[in-house]
Structure formats: C-alpha cells, structure tokens
C-alpha cells in the first residue's frame, strides 16, 4: 500500500498570503488529522476528519481551516500568513478517529514565511 | 498545556546499550502511543498500548504502563546507530485527540 502522501514538500511564502496543503491518506483510511510542528512549541493538534466530518479541533485561530473529501483526501488553508506560521505541516491517516488506533504520518509540507 | 511530557529530553549512548525514555500524563486515557521521528520526517507508528495493558513488546521495543502513576516508558534495547532519532509518545485526552508530548532525542554513538 502507498503511504501518507503530503504535496508540496516544502513552500515558501510571504506574509499576508494564503496557502494550501494537500494530503492523500492511506487506502482504505478515512481519518486524516493535521498537526503543526515547530522547535519551540512541538507538535500541535491541529484538526481531524473522519467521513468528510470535522471531528476535533486544536486552539488554532480561525485563519487555519480544512476539509477533506469523499475520496478521504484532506487539504487545509491557512489564510494571512504570519511569520509564526513557519513550521512542518504533518499529515496523519489512520482507520478510525479520535486516538484510537496508529496514526501513519506523512513526510509533512514545510512551509517558511517571509 | 501538553498532555504527555517525555523525560529526559536528550539521551546519548554507546551502540550496544539500553536507552529507556519516560512519558508522563496528566488525565486518564484510552490508550498511549509511541513513535519515532527520524530528522525532517514524519513521526512512525512504534507501539500502542491500552490502558487495561501493563506491557507490550515489539522486537527490541518494550513499552510499560502504569496508570495509577499517569507515566509509561519506553524500552530499546540493544541500541543500534539507526536508532537516533526523536521519540514521542502521545496520549488520547478526554476529547478524543491524540496530544504529542515534547519527547526525547536519543542519539546512539557507534
């Protein structure tokens, strides 16, 4: 079975602008969840998705969003970019939601603001 | 806040020994899960364990829970060079995400 595959690898944008992420899960696997790691604060929950439904939600302000579609793949936006939002986008996939069962990351999207 | 705190934050060996790394939490859980996250890369699955487990073994891996001490460890023993990486486990709070702790980064020396 093919991995967790994150597009694109690593992205480099200004303040202000807007990005978007893209995450295709492993086969079969309908949670996708997001987390943002970074040196200082770690790897942060961002949101999860399980069956197109927004499952679970970290302390992110609203810029951060996401969605994932019928097919279980899963992209999130971040609108206004700021400096702080720099870090490694992790994608995780697993067979059901909420902590329950290994999470299969992808190789993450990182992202540097300028 | 941090729901798992791994203890201690960077370990250095010699190939050959045992390298133990603790992780402490703060409510109760469904289950605890450890990875591993080699540098610029994503986290790998290593070991789940529930909270009705006391231990759980993965080839050189040996994972032990201790619910009335809200703590697991997490055992490698044997330590190879390719086992440097950054590990951390991560526990399922009562709203159902799963919260990674700072974790450990072990370095093993050949």
């Known amino acids: 079975k093919a991995g967790v595959t994150q597009t694109p690898r690593y992205l480099i944008k200004t303040r202000g602008q807007q990005v978007t992420l893209s995450c295709s899960p492993i086969?079969?696997?309908?949670?996708v969840s997001w987390y943002q790691q970074t040196p200082g604060q770690g790897l942060q929950f961002l949101f999860e998705?399980?069956?197109?439904?927004?499952?679970n939600k970290g302390n992110f302000p609203g810029r951060f969003s996401g969605r994932q579609f019928s097919n279980s793949r899963s992209e999130m936006n971040v609108s206004t970019l700021e400096l702080g939002d720099s870090a490694l986008y992790l994608c995780?996939?697993?067979?059901?939601?909420?902590?329950?069962?290994?999470?299969?990351f992808g190789n993450g999207t990182r992202l540097t603001v300028t | 806040s941090q729901q798992g705190e791994e203890d201690p934050q960077a370990l250095s060996i010699q190939e050959g020994e045992n390298a133990t790394m603790n992780c402490s939490y703060k409510?109760?859980?469904?289950?605890l899960q450890w990875y591993r996250q080699n540098s610029g890369r994503g986290l790998v699955h290593l070991i789940l364990?529930?909270?009705?487990?006391r231990e759980k073994h993965s080839g050189r891996l040996r994972v032990t829970l201790d619910t009335s001490k809200k703590s697991s460890s997490l055992l490698i023993t044997a330590s190879r060079a390719a086992d440097t990486a950054s590990y951390f486990c991560?526990?399922?709070?009562?709203?159902?995400?799963?919260?990674f702790g700072q974790g450990t980064t072990l370095q093993v020396k050949p």
């Open positions: 991560a526990t399922d709070a009562s709203t159902g995400k799963l919260i």
């Open positions: 364990i529930r909270s009705n487990e």
């Open positions: 086969s079969g696997h309908r949670s």
């Open positions: 998705y399980f069956s197109e439904t927004q499952r």
């Open positions: 409510t109760s859980i469904n289950n």
């Open positions: 995780a996939s697993s067979l059901s939601f909420g902590g329950n069962s290994p999470l299969h």
